[in-house]
């Protein structure tokens, strides 16, 4: 809160300071969402678009080559994100959360245009999947850095016994961020056909993130500090090093454990059913390229509203039962619902995916708030971000290429399964491990 807004609480009444503390909260939660909502749409897109990326950049007689080389693509900036995480979390720890933000939002914006721009691999050679690759480390940083700060952020200007819901205001918009790229994507793909897609109807989603940029650009600079941050410059409490004192302090290193290990569920959930799912529809079971997408779509669709009430659950319910509740359904509904899938028929795909989407939620709605609860303001961002984009990056990231080289090596369509459901099991013991904190105030 700036001075002048400090002098102008004090001259208010306290119903009409109550009504601007609202205002500047709810604009505050608008601002981490915008940037949270672009950043998922810019990702979103690459794997949404990576069977034709994979003709764009990566030419081969071997589709299932140019799948693979793409896929691999979109994992390697994943091992970028847990150093994003740890200079954006020192930033975020040291300068506050805002002006990173601001930061964050432009770079991924700019990072996603040029994309779009990026000649073919038939007019540059090599250099066109090198300048994409390039692009996407730059992406991932910025990712790697979002998830400590705008998660924190939403987290410390939640209403007291609202956290849960807050924060998954930020999964609902990365489900709609992710839906409004499948729509895209599969009414370019019914309008223009594939040999536009590949001459250049593929560039328009990319593009398509610089405007969105600049209105999230827009927002977060008319937002307010995080009050939490605020509280722990005032106090005099900023680290000069926050990653290392979480290194050092034994509530740190633990939490920092638990990000890695407690969000294998929501990692290989999330990018198994949404980002890589529909390239593998379209190229292992037979699906046309606008049914898969349209199919993530509707799954997509059903979890935006599922999220929101996993998180309003859990400031009732409490964290652990969602996450660990989630996850064991995972287990014992993984196989059943991926059969659907295989049966080649487009309602048994789409029920099968709808209902893993919804199990899902139960623990992508409620991980981000439960891991924010895990650490002290003063060393959140910073540790938060790196321990989760380490676990994320080895067990998300790496996901797709490593399903796709699997079935190459296996021969069975069923690896995805396997995946998803020993990450659950993993997951869901993990929970029933973890302190409840959704009845606590945050940690100073």
């Not at 608008?30 to 979103?44: C, Q, R």
């Not at 959360?97 to 939002?105: P, Y």
């Not at 039962?321 to 509904?333: D, E, K, N, R, T």
């Not at 895990?374 to 797709?400: D, E, M, Q, S, V």
């Amino acid at each position: 809160m700036t001075t002048k807004e400090t002098l102008m609480s004090r001259t208010l009444d306290p119903a009409a300071n109550a009504a601007r503390d609202k205002t500047i909260q709810a604009r505050s939660v608008i601002a981490g969402l915008s940037g949270i909502f672009v950043e998922l749409y810019d990702n979103a897109i690459y794997g949404f678009l990576a069977g034709t990326l994979a003709i764009v950049f990566f030419p081969t007689e071997s589709p299932a080559t140019g799948l693979l080389l793409t896929l691999v693509a979109f994992g390697i900036p994943f091992f970028i994100r847990p150093l994003g995480a740890a200079v954006g979390g020192h930033w975020g720890d040291k300068i506050g959360r805002r002006k990173v933000l601001i930061f964050l939002v432009t770079t991924m914006s700019l990072a996603t245009g040029l994309i779009g721009v990026i000649p073919s691999a038939a007019m540059i050679g090599i250099a066109a999947p090198i300048i994409l690759v390039l692009l996407r480390f730059v992406q991932g940083f910025s990712m790697g850095a979002e998830t400590g700060n705008a998660n924190s952020y939403l987290s410390e200007n939640a209403p007291d016994g609202k956290r849960g819901q807050v924060v998954s205001y930020a999964n609902g918009a990365t489900f709609v961020a992710m839906m409004c790229g499948t729509l895209l994507a599969a009414g370019l793909a019914a309008a223009l056909g594939p040999e536009t897609m590949v001459a250049w109807g593929w560039r328009i989603p990319f593009l398509i993130a610089l405007p969105m940029g600049l209105a999230a650009l827009w927002v977060r600079f008319s937002a307010a500090e995080s009050p939490e941050y605020d509280k722990v410059k005032t106090d005099n409490l900023v680290l000069k090093s926050p990653l290392r004192e979480a290194f050092v302090s034994k509530v740190g290193r633990r939490g920092m454990l638990l990000t890695i290990i407690l969000p294998l569920f929501n990692s290989s959930g999330y990018f198994i059913l949404f980002i890589y799912m529909p390239s593998y529809m379209s190229g292992t079971l037979k699906f046309t390229q606008v049914q898969g997408l349209l199919i993530t779509g509707a799954a997509l669709l059903v979890g935006a509203f599922t999220s929101l009430l996993a998180g309003r659950m859990s400031d009732r319910f409490g964290r652990r039962p969602m996450l660990a509740g989630s996850a064991f359904l995972m287990v014992v509904a993984g196989f059943p619902c991926y059969w659907l899938l295989t049966q080649g028929s487009v309602w048994l795909a789409l029920i099968g995916t709808i209902i893993m989407a919804i199990i899902f939620t139960g623990t992508f709605g409620v991980i981000q708030t439960a891991l924010t609860e895990l650490f002290p303001t003063r060393y959140r961002t910073a540790a938060y971000g790196f321990g989760y984009n380490i676990g994320t990056a080895i067990f998300g990231g790496a996901a797709p290429a490593l399903i796709a080289w699997l079935i190459v090596v296996t021969g069975s369509t069923w690896v995805p399964a396997f995946y998803l459901v020993i990450t659950s099991l993993i997951a869901g013991i993990t929970a029933l491990r973890i302190k409840e904190t959704a009845f606590l105030p945050l940690p100073e």
